[in-house]
């Protein structure tokens, strides 16, 4: 008797196996897409595609920001054909506009300063990135972390890169250019303004929302000097 109730019991444990798995929720859920920011600008829309796994802070900072409606009339500071196009951080007046607290460098995150890249502008200080980015107009893999030995092997944290309007950043970048207000030159004529920003799915922000003072300077180095390439 006691044989065929073990036997009967394990002719019953198949079964009960499969219910058990059936009953089971998915292993792994499909990873969220990535969030898609669109910057309106002067010249035409620009928009990017942000990578909060490789960049966590960087990403979150900038999403913030553009929240807050911190870059709607700011301007793109910066252009250096065949190196980079800057912004997110002075007015039409060329004033720097208050900040929030700075964040942690992110840039030893394995995603090289390729073309069409956005990364986290910054001063000497690697953990000195706040509002401003910059696009990568060329692979600038001088950009890149290489060691935490000094601020010039740091490199600059790339947290994402432009899916649709890299036309309007070329366009930019051929822009002549000037010096104007605090800057001896580089600054595109006639301005290039953010009209607004906007995470994709969300509604548009309201209005600013300053911090703290904004740095002297927050930039990668120019383009003849510093890095090697």
Same mark, same amino acid.
């Given at each position: 008797?006691?044989? @065929? @109730? ?30 898609? &920011? ?9 928009? =990017? ?9 960087? &990403? ?50 394995? =995603? ?24 990568? @107009? ?19 944290? &790339? ?31 006639? @301005? &290039? ?37």
């Amino acid at each position: 008797m006691h044989r @065929l @109730l073990l036997a009967a019991a394990l002719l019953l444990l198949p079964s009960s196996v499969l219910l058990a798995q059936a009953s089971k929720p998915a292993a792994t859920a499909p990873a969220a897409a990535h969030p898609q &920011v669109v910057l309106h600008t002067s010249q035409g829309d620009i928009t =990017l595609e942000l990578y909060p796994d490789k960049s966590p802070k960087s &990403v979150a900072n900038f999403l913030q920001y553009v929240r807050d409606g911190f870059y709607s009339g700011t301007v793109f500071h910066r252009a250096i054909p065949g190196y980079l196009v800057q912004g997110g951080l002075y007015t039409r007046d060329l004033q720097a506009k208050r900040t929030r607290s700075a964040i942690p460098s992110e840039a030893d995150n394995g =995603l090289s300063n390729l073309r069409g890249t956005v990364a986290v502008a910054r001063g000497a200080d690697p953990n000195s990135g706040t509002a401003q980015f910059f696009f990568n @107009l060329v692979d600038n893999r001088r950009l890149d972390f290489v060691g935490n030995q000094s601020g010039l092997t740091w490199g600059y944290a &790339v947290f994402g890169k432009v899916i649709k309007g890299m036309d309007v950043v070329d366009k930019m970048a051929a822009l002549p250019t000037r010096g104007l207000g605090p800057f001896a030159g580089d600054v595109p004529n006639p @301005l &290039v303004v953010i009209d607004s920003a906007s995470v994709v799915g969300e509604e548009p922000a309201a209005t600013p929302a300053p911090a703290q003072a904004a740095p002297a300077t927050n930039e990668p180095a120019k383009k003849s000097g510093g890095k090697k390439g």
